[in-house]
Structure formats: structure tokens, C-alpha cells
């Protein structure tokens, strides 16, 4: 047992919840930061065992002084930052809140760490939304050029450029996360992935009769979100910090996501029309399943995401497992078991 200390902020989200179920086993002493909330927001925590194992305590990353109150608290060995306003979507509608909280944010916990125990091992939670539509074709790695499309990525991509920073000027253990999307049950229902999933599990239970999406040309390299903790808790036990892609490596389209939820029920989905007008029918009876509503298009929408996972392969020895249909098919299994127990 490692006899450990980890500080994870964003308990509360997917990732908070998969990494301190790991670290738990790994035999870590793991405190889980949350902000205040009206309401229990331990739901994830609680589904998978292990709410009452975690030291909970409050943090609002707006807050300088409650981060650093934080660390000198839980005298943690790591920290994992997962705080985000993390819904790209909405990222545009709140863009200043936005930076607030993913950019400045991480700079507070990495002053906060600078100031009370420099020794401390920072992961951050970069994202491969940072690269934009800037292409790659071997796929997208830790040398490809960052366009962000949205503000979201820019927060991000500051947070991620603060972290290279404290890790030249001071010499502190920083690493960031380049990761793509990752997906589970666990994952929010305003995601993509999600929202199929439940809306699928809505059809066959007859409460509704489709699923209204936007772009369902763009491309996202899923992979499995269990999966990628590891990769996360991996690189703050190199010896030497830096920047790993996690990655399947293989991207799908929306629609072929669709395609293969639907299928983990049995239904096979044919595609008609262009544009706003597409729709996704299924082919036994013609209903139309999938259709396309506008108001859910991005005023900037990258168009395919690819990562190139080699050096988290080499380095870390990670590498991805879980296929994107056996993906869609958990969640739409997950969705399918919590609503017939009541718990959706
Ligand atoms: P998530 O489910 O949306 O969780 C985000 C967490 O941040 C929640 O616990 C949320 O708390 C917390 N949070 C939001 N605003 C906060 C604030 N002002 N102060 C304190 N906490 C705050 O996200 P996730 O999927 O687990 O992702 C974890 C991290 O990885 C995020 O930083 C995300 O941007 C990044 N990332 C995710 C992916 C992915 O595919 N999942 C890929 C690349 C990077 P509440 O529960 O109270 O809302
Ligand atoms: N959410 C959503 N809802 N997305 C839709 C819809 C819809 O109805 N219809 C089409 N899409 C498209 C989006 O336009 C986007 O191109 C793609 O589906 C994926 O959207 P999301 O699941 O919302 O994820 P994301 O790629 O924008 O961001 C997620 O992954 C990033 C890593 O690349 C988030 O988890 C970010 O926090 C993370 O950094």
C-alpha cells in the first residue's frame, strides 16, 4: 500500500470519481475537494462505493485562500486538478466565468503549492480540445500546434501553458494531461455520449420517441474514462514531469456513436437527408430516432479530434482498451439497469 496523500479537486465530476476510486485501491489517503452546492452532489461518488472513504472538504477554485487553507489541511503528496467549467457549449455563453475557473483557477493552485509546499506533484486536466481543427496526420500529439476554437480551450490552454511555466521557472513537478474525450456513465448527461445513451434507454422505455443533437459530422477520439485515470496517476510517479496525450488513437463520428448505441438495443438506424434536415430512422419500423436540432450547433465546432498516444504507450506503459461500440453499449446497459431501479 502507498501510504500516499491526494488532493483531488472536481470530486464531485466523472474523473474525480474514477481516480479516487484508483487511488483508493492503490491504498491512498484521498481528500476530495468540492465547491458548496445546495444540494448532495456526491451521486457519482455513492455509485461507485467508496463516498464515505474520501476526506471531503470545500473548495471553490475562484477562492485563492481556500485552496492554499486546502494544502496545508491535507498535506496531500499529489494533486489532482479536475475543477473546470468543463461544457464547451456553454463555455461560450459564459466565457469570463469560464476563465475564471479553468484558467485562473489552476494559476491560484499553483501559486498555493509554490507558496506552502512546492514539493507537491500538480496533475492538470489539459484537454485535446486545446489543438482546434489543427489537423495532424498521424494523429494529434504533444508537438501538434494549439488553435483553440472555443473559450473553453483557451482557458485551458493558459492552465496548461501556467503548468509548463511553474514547471521551467521553479522546478516543480507539474504534468498536464493532454486528453481526449473519455466517456462512462459516470459522464454528464449534457455530453454527447451521455445524452445518447439516456435518450436511447428513454425511447425503448417509451417516454419519448427521439433525440434532438447538433453536428453530427464532427469526429471525437473516445476512449473508456476508468481507463484514463490511470494514465493520470501514472505520470505523477515518473521521476521527470511533462505532457502526455491520452488517446484511443480512432475517431468516430456522432452519427456512428448514434449507430452503435442504438444497436446495444437491438436497433438498426439508416441515415436520410443533408444538414438540419438529417435524420436517423430506424429501420424496422421507420420511426425517425435521431433528428437535428440548431440551436444545439457551436458558434465554433472543431470538426475531428485524432490523439497520437505514443509517448503515454512508451513513457507509461498506458495504453487504451475498451472499443468505442463496447463503450456505447455500457452506457446504454448502465442507463438501461438505473431506469428500470429508479435511479434515473
Ligand atoms: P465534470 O464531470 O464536468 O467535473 C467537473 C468538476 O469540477 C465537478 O466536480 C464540478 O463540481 C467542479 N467544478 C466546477 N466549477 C467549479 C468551481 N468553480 N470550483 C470548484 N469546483 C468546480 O468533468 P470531468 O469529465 O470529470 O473532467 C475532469 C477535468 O478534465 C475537467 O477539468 C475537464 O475540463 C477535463 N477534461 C475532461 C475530458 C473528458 O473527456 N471528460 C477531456 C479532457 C479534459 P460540481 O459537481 O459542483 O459541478
Ligand atoms: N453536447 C452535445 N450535445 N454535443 C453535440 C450535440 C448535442 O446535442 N450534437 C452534436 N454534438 C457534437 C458537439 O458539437 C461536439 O462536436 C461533439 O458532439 C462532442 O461534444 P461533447 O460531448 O459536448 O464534448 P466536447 O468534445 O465538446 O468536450 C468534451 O471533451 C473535451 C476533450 O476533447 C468535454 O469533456 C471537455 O471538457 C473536454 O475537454
Redo the contacts with the bound molecule.
Sequence with gaps: MSGKRALI?????????YLARHLLELGYTVFG???R?SGD?TG?LKELGIADDIRALK????EYSNIRRALIECEPDEVY???????VAESFAQPLYTS???GL?ATRLLESVREVAPHIRVYQ?????MFGNSGARGGLDESSPFRPMSP?AVS?LYSHQMIGLYREAYGMHCSS???????SP???VE?ITRKISDGVVAIQRGHRDRIMLGNLNAERDWGA?PE?VVAMHAMLQKDTPGDYVVATGISHSVRDFANFAFQAVGVQLEWYGEGVDEVGVDSANGAIRIAVDPKYFRPADIERLRGNPARARAELGWQPKMTVPELAAWMVETDMRRAEVGTI
Excluded: P, W
Design positions: 479537486t472536481g470530486i464531485t465530476g466523472q474523473d474525480g470519481a475537494a468540492s465547491r452546492s452532489s457519482r473548495v471553490e477554485m475562484c486538478n479536475f475543477a473546470a467549467q468543463s461544457f475564471d475557473v479553468n483557477g486536466a489539459s484537454t485535446s480540445e473553453y485551458k494531461g493532454i486528453l481526449f474525450n473519455h466517456e459516470l459522464r454528464g455530453f474514462a484514463y
